[in-house]
């Protein structure tokens, strides 16, 4: 080899190596892929099957009404957690609302998803309104 070939080539591994050190950060910050749908299991009487792409896409459902900003208690890992990375079955200090508790109360009458639903039949819309219509064991 040629001492110019030779420093040729060092310069352009320099060259790209800078590159990737400059383009990795934006790559892996770049937000996962939407989900189409989810299953959230875990419910005595069934899973369920959430829609995301529904909800995203036709219902125009903001992503901070679901993945809301973290409490000082418990601070975010990523921009868009899952709801169970931190709402878990059983509550474990610092987090103070449990899996079901996020989405809705003990008797289903409020929370993210039951106050969404009221809204929208408020609307004149048809959203699953009863346990069972969203709540299915072959989801379990």
Known sequence: MTPSFLHRA?????????????AAPRVS???PKEPDSIVLK??????????????????????????????????????????????????????????RGAFHDAVA????????HVAEAAKGKKPPAKCPDCHKKEHA
């Open 10 to 22: 060092i310069i352009l591994m320099s060259g790209l190596t800078l590159a990737l050190a400059i």
């Open 29 to 31: 910050g770049q937000a």
């Open 42 to 99: 875990g419910a005595p009487i069934g899973g369920v099957k959430f829609e995301h792409k529904l909800h995203v896409k036709d219902r125009q459902a903001k992503c901070q009404t679901c993945h809301h900003p973290s409490k000082p208690e418990k601070a975010l890992k990523s921009e868009y957690q899952k709801c169970t990375d931190c709402h878990t079955k059983t509550v474990a200090a610092p987090m103070k609302t449990n899996t």
């Open 109 to 116: 009458k409020k929370g993210t998803c039951v106050d969404c």
